[in-house]
């Protein structure tokens, strides 16, 4: 079982940018692809960007492409999420997830197997 854990949101203003990290919890995510996911008040959850194991491959949803980054630092165990000019239509719940199959750029929530609590991100304009 991997025990994944976010951490980074917060409160910020339109045009701000802001970092979600990732990490398992004594466990290395090396071996995993990872995903990051949101959920609105009142929609559904959905992925938004994804790495593979290797970290050669990513995949963004077109509503962050060109402003969002994802990347990982093996030595480290850490998956980021760079969040640029943020909107307030970025306010949601962000969730992490690794996957320890393959994954597809439609970033689907079915193809990962372990979940994040999720962090709380809060864009005000």
């Known amino acids: 079982q991997v025990q994944v854990v976010e951490s980074g949101g917060g409160l910020v203003q339109a045009g701000d940018s802001l970092s979600l990290t990732c990490t398992a919890s004594?466990?290395?995510?090396?071996?995993?692809?990872v995903g990051w996911f949101r959920q609105a008040p009142g929609k559904e959850r959905g992925g938004i960007a994804c790495?593979?194991?290797?970290?050669?491959?990513?995949y963004y949803a077109d509503s962050v492409k060109g402003r969002f980054t994802i990347s990982r630092d093996k030595a480290k165990n850490i998956v980021y999420l760079d969040m640029n000019i943020l909107k307030p239509e970025d306010t949601a719940m962000y969730y992490c997830?690794?996957?320890?199959?393959?994954?597809?750029?439609?970033?689907?929530?079915?193809?990962?197997?372990?979940w994040g609590q999720g962090t709380q991100v809060t864009v005000s304009s």
């Open positions: 997830a690794a996957a320890d199959g393959a994954v597809t750029s439609a970033i689907l929530s079915d193809e990962y197997n372990y």
């Open positions: 004594g466990q290395s995510l090396d071996d995993y692809a």
């Open positions: 790495v593979t194991w290797s970290g050669k491959v990513t």
